[in-house]
């Protein structure tokens, strides 16, 4: 039985799976006027990258994000208190990462321990 070598290789698929800790946290707008105004808003934050997509808008960021409601509500040109939870979920299709919600802002967290740090829950196992 002969063997050869062939001439060619196999490319890496794009698409492979990567287990590994990215140290990232975002989520996904909705395209619309509400939206394009959040994304404006996250973009002025130094570890925050804004991606426009035709129909929706990612917002990703390297290891902690905070929207906080009242810079939303300033920029949408409303009152202190307009822009919060509700409208942010409303507006949001997906998110990963941990999230904190509070009364003025929605905190995202790359890191588990991070966000069980800042809530204050231990994450060690107790033995029974």
């Known amino acids: 039985m002969t063997q050869f070598k062939s001439a060619f290789k196999t490319a890496e698929s794009p698409f492979k799976s990567n287990s ?3 140290n990232m946290c975002g989520f996904t707008l909705m395209n619309n006027q509400v939206g394009v105004v959040v994304a404006e808003v996250m973009s002025g ?3 925050v990258r804004v991606t426009p997509l035709p129909s929706m808008i990612r917002v ?3 290891g902690r994000m905070d929207v906080v409601y009242d810079e939303v509500s300033e920029a949408l040109g409303e009152e202190s208190g307009y822009f919060d939870a509700a409208q942010f979920e409303e507006n949001m299709s997906t998110h990963y990462g941990r999230m904190i919600h509070e009364d003025d802002r929605t905190i995202m967290f790359a890191n588990p321990e991070d966000a069980a740090e800042y809530i204050g829950f ?3 196992p107790e033995r029974r």
């Open 20 to 22: 590994s800790a990215s």
């Open 45 to 47: 934050k130094p570890n």
């Open 60 to 62: 990703d960021a390297t």
């Open 122 to 124: 231990d994450l060690t």
